[in-house]
């Protein structure tokens, strides 16, 4: 199984963004999807995560301004960021798991490469 990110890029505040996370081989179950987010100097965070029958949750600092959401017909989940600000700024990681919803890193089973989100002020 491999994760591809993508979408990155540099914005400004109050901009919106929109990442893409393609799931490739075979998963054998329904899996979980998620984005987490590392800062420069700072731990890795969870942002979103979204389960097979798309049921979402966030973390408290992106509430209201980011959406997740999935097509399992394509094996793709999606990260809708708006109202940028520049303490998004950071690496975005998808991230899938075979929990109900990958909430931890530990309910990781497959990580896909960073895709880098700027934010200017």
């Known amino acids: 199984v491999q994760l591809q990110a993508s979408g990155g890029g540099l914005v400004q505040a109050g901009d919106s963004l929109r990442l893409s996370c393609a799931a490739s081989?075979?998963?054998?179950?329904?899996?979980?999807m998620a984005w987490f987010r590392q800062a420069p100097g700072k731990e890795r965070e969870f942002v979103a995560t979204?389960?097979?029958?798309?049921?979402?949750v966030y973390g408290d600092s992106v509430k209201g301004r980011f959406t997740i959401s999935r097509d399992n017909a394509k094996n793709t989940g999606y990260l809708q960021m708006n109202s940028l600000k520049p303490e998004d700024t950071a690496v975005y990681y998808c991230?899938?798991?075979?929990?109900?919803?990958?909430?931890?890193?530990?309910?990781?089973?497959?990580w896909g490469q960073g895709t880098l989100v700027t934010v200017s002020s």
């Open positions: 991230a899938a798991g075979h929990t109900i919803q990958v909430l931890t890193t530990r309910d990781v089973a497959y």
């Open positions: 081989g075979r998963f054998f179950s329904p899996y979980a």
């Open positions: 979204i389960s097979w029958t798309s049921s979402q």
